[in-house]
T-cell receptor, first 118, second 106 residues
Framework: EVQLVESGGGLVQPGGSLRLSCAAS????????MSWVRQAPGKGLEWVAN????????YYVDSVKGRFTISRDNAKSSVYLQMNSLRAEDTAVYYC???WGGGWFDPWGQGTLVTVSS | DIQMTQSPSSLSASVGDRVTITCRAS??????LAWYQKKPGKAPKLLIY???SLQSGVPSRFSGSGSGTDFTLTISSLQPEDSATYYC?????????FGGGTKVEI
């Protein structure tokens, strides 16, 4: 069974940093792009970042460029999201998802909540 | 950037009703569209990809159609478990934008 499990969320002050992790199982992790998608409280879904199978290509939504970094460790079947200079508007549930070449996400993890507040 | 607009933002329907949700792109996206179901506290679930391809395991009462700028998600016979928020998503190239969502209440 394909499974994605996020961890690392929590409460952080504005300007602070947090690193999210996503552990994958049930598929050949190194053969797939991976993504992070977020949902702010009461809001819709927002794509955050993508990373290629070998980590050689990364893409970000404009609002996080220069602050967030996506990375992966294929030996550990894990993808990460390093979040720096966090703002209140980054408060959201962050989902890890497998990204298919056609541009859709499937499956998704259960999410981890990040709260940016003083 | 291409904007995705869904309508209506919410709807209420009865069990057995046929329900249609619309998604409009600000410019042509060919058939590069996916649909998801999102329930509170749960992970989003892929329903439809490439505008009209049903994801494996998804009930056949769900269907998608459209191309270019106008797309629809149809639930042919609404079931109690279909109560959720539905999102369209522009696929294939970044930024991968989602519509604002349509909340379906039974």
């Amino acid at each position: 069974e394909v499974q994605l499990v996020e961890s690392g969320g929590g409460l952080v002050q504005p300007g602070g940093s947090l690193r999210l992790s996503c552990a994958a199982s049930g598929f050949t992790f190194s053969s797939y792009w991976m993504s992070w998608v977020r949902q702010a409280p009461g809001k819709g879904l927002e794509w955050v970042a993508n990373i290629k199978e070998d980590g050689s290509e990364k893409y970000y939504v404009d609002s996080v460029k220069g602050r967030f970094t996506i990375s992966r460790d294929n030996a550990k079947s894990s993808v990460y999201l390093q979040m720096n200079s966090l703002r209140a508007e980054d408060t959201a549930v962050y989902y890890c998802a497998r990204y298919w070449g056609g541009g859709w996400f499937d499956p998704w993890g259960q999410g981890t909540l990040v709260t940016v507040s003083s | 950037d291409i904007q995705m607009t869904q309508s209506p933002s919410s709807l209420s329907a009865s069990v057995g009703d046929r329900v249609t949700i619309t998604c409009r792109a600000s410019q042509s996206i060919s058939s590069y569209l996916a649909w998801y179901q999102k329930k509170p506290g749960k992970a989003p679930k892929l329903l439809i990809y490439a505008a009209s391809s049903l994801q494996s395991g998804v009930p056949s009462r769900f269907s998608g159609s459209g191309s270019g700028t106008d797309f629809t998600l149809t639930i042919s016979s609404l079931q109690p478990e279909d109560s959720a928020t539905y999102y369209c998503q522009r696929t294939y190239s970044t930024p991968l934008t989602f519509g604002g969502g349509t909340k379906v209440e039974i």
